[in-house]
Nanobody, 115 residues
């Protein structure tokens, strides 16, 4: 039983910032990777960012230099700081946790970037 709960989404103007949070609860032990995907209407879900238990990160090219992923292991929480937001960033953002070849997903949080 793993539950992921996202928060922090909302409506923001181009160039603005948002900080997403995702708290995991349940049977969380040992080494696991957390991160974020996003999906816009009519588009495929795409990887946004990942962070390992040791702190290694990777990002989609489209967000590199603008987004920063981080985690607090003791709290089983992952964050996504999003700066210089663009209309193309509009999507539902989903939190992900991967442990022992199993993926868990949150319910998603809406991010809308409009003028």
């Amino acid at each position: 039983q793993v539950r992921l709960v996202e928060s922090g989404g909302g409506l923001v103007q181009p160039g603005g910032s948002l900080r997403l949070s995702c708290a995991a609860s349940g049977s969380i032990f040992g080494i696991y990777t957390m991160g974020w995907d996003r999906q816009a209407p009519g588009k495929q879900r795409e990887l946004v960012a990942r962070v390992t238990s040791s702190g290694s990160t990777n990002y989609a090219d489209s967000v590199k230099g603008r987004f920063t992923i981080s985690r607090e292991n003791a709290a089983n929480t992952v964050y996504l700081q999003m700066n210089s937001l663009k209309p193309e960033d509009t999507a539902i953002y989903y939190c992900n946790l991967e442990r022992r070849a199993r993926d868990y997903w949150g319910q998603g949080t809406q991010v809308t970037v409009v003028s």
